[in-house]
């Protein structure tokens, strides 16, 4: 039920839940008003009829300005014009009433002389106020309050002293609800039928008004759905490039490291072989001719010294070859983690070059991708050799640390530093080649130096890019 009505329109959603709060809001406020106007009414006819009473009752009732009691002829006389007036066709029951709430007179011969507790009507004549109300009782009540009839109009009316103007007697006195009942209802249908009016074209305002900006809702939501749809379909595609992207870069990553190997390999199997078989032939030359029974004339002196700057040149050459063929060629890493990596590169470093380096590492997550170990590897490779380089001798140090999302990288040296700007100019392969690698990695690479200030590389790489990425192209 209730999401086949979020499914209505606004308009719809609008005349299904306003229309009961309007119809009891309208029958709440007729029955106040009818309320309003049947209390209105009632005190009017009360009022009207009530001196209409004081006429007739007033002057047969002046004797209690000076006694308590009516004499016999005073009741007499009410009793007259009871049945032969006006008054007695247009009131049912009269009773007449002492200041103490003693029944005086009463077309209820029985309960003249009682006394009877003052109630809210008596008490209000008794301060010279009219009090009219339609009273409705059961049959008990009717006998005990002497009404003749299960609804009636009952009225107390104050009777004064003509001279003085006090309250000398309380009128009280029923009336038939018949001119009530058709003042008030014609006075109700009245206000049913302005207040009918009035809540319709308030709800059809209210309903037209909703409708329009229903309408206008409908469009602009029909005109998100389908820039949604539009923006949902590009970032699905760009997902797919994304993802696309990922694996060439990464396939490029493995070609390059492939080729770097065939590169090594080549060097070592190629003029590192020919300068080795070259080195080879120089030593046999150099023994045969330190050998008087080989038959070979020995050489001269500057001859013997070329062929010794010939051997130093080529172990030399031969020494360079081979360093370069294994800082080319990566050592298998795969099955390494991230701190396992680092710290094969400063123990390489030192075997190759005696410098060491403190490696500080805090807790980094276990799983990395190939992409992510290759360039950690090239990255404090290239950094710690450029240190040895430039800053031989100076304390060095590296700190690796990661959070949810990235992997942060330190290398630090307190050597003489540089002027980047300058370097840059110079078109610097090491430090462009790091910065190329780690920004292709969505990553972040930043080089603080100066002249005399040392030299400090921080480097941020994302984990999760790569897994993300694949997550959403599948």
């Known amino acids: ?19 009961p709060v309007l119809l009891a809001g309208s029958l709440v406020i007729g029955w106040w008003i009818g309320r309003q106007v049947e209390e209105g009414v009632v005190h ?31 009741m007499a006389m009410l009793n007259s014009d009871l049945s032969s007036t006006m008054l007695g066709q247009k009131i049912i029951s009269l009773k007449v009433w002492d200041n103490t709430g003693r029944v005086l007179f009463s077309t209820d011969k029985s309960v003249i002389g009682k ?14 106020s009219i ?14 309050h002497g009404q003749p009839m299960p609804r009636l109009i009952e009225t107390y009316t104050p009777i004064h002293e003509d001279r003085t103007g006090r ?18 209802g014609e006075a109700q249908r009245s206000s049913w039928i302005r207040i009918a009016a009035i809540m319709t074209a308030t709800y059809l305002c209210l309903f037209f008004l909703v409708r329009r900006g229903s309408h206008t809702i409908d469009a602009q939501q029909s005109e998100l759905s389908e820039q949604v749809d539009q923006l949902t379909v590009l970032n699905a595609r760009n997902v797919e490039l994304q993802a696309r992207v990922i694996d060439a870069a990464e396939r490029a990553t493995a070609l390059n490291e492939n080729f770097l190997a065939r590169v090594s390999a080549d060097i070592h199997d190629g003029p590192g072989q020919d300068l080795g078989f070259a080195l080879m032939q120089l030593k046999n030359m150099d023994d045969a001719c330190a050998n ?7 050489l001269r002196p500057e001859g013997v010294q070329s062929l010794r700057l010939t051997q130093v040149a080529i172990e030399s050459a031969l020494k360079d070859l081979r360093a370069m063929s294994a800082d080319i060629e990566l050592p298998d890493i795969t099955r390494l983690e991230l701190c396992e990596i680092a710290a094969r590169v400063v123990r390489d470093l030192q075997v190759k070059t005696g410098v060491s380096a403190d490696l500080v590492v805090a807790e980094l997550p276990k799983a990395a991708s190939y992409r992510l170990k290759v360039a950690l590897y090239r990255l404090l490779q290239e950094s710690l050799a450029n240190t040895v380089r430039h800053a031989a001798g100076t ?10 999302h990235s992997l942060h990288v330190e290398v630090r040296d307190q050597g ?10 110079k078109g610097r392969l090491g430090l462009r080649g790091m910065r190329q690698r780690v920004e292709v990695l969505g990553g972040v690479f930043e080089l603080l130096t100066a002249p005399g200030a040392g030299t400090l590389i921080r480097v941020s790489l994302p984990l999760t890019v790569e897994t993300q990425a694949r997550e959403q192209y599948d």
């Open 115 to 128: 006394q009877f507790e003052i109630e809210e009507g008596l008490a209000v004549a008794l301060t010279g």
């Open 131 to 144: 009090f009219s109300e339609v009273s409705v009782r059961s049959k008990a009540e009717q006998i005990e």
């Open 395 to 404: 304390p060095c140090s590296v700190r690796l640390s990661a959070n949810e």
């Open 1 to 19: 039920m209730k999401r086949a009505f979020n499914h209505l329109s606004l308009s719809r959603q609008f005349l299904m839940v306003s229309f």
């Open 167 to 184: 309250v000398i007697a309380v009128a009280e006195f029923y009336e038939r609800p018949d001119e009530l009942d058709r003042l008030a």
């Open 416 to 425: 003489p530093g540089f002027d980047p700007v300058a370097a840059a100019a």
């Open 44 to 74: 009017r006819i009360g009022s009207v009829t009530a001196l209409y009473v004081d006429a007739f009752v007033g002057p047969h009732v002046q004797v209690l300005a000076h006694n308590q009691q009516l004499t016999a002829a005073n």
């Open 292 to 298: 008087p029974d080989t038959g070979v004339a020995p």
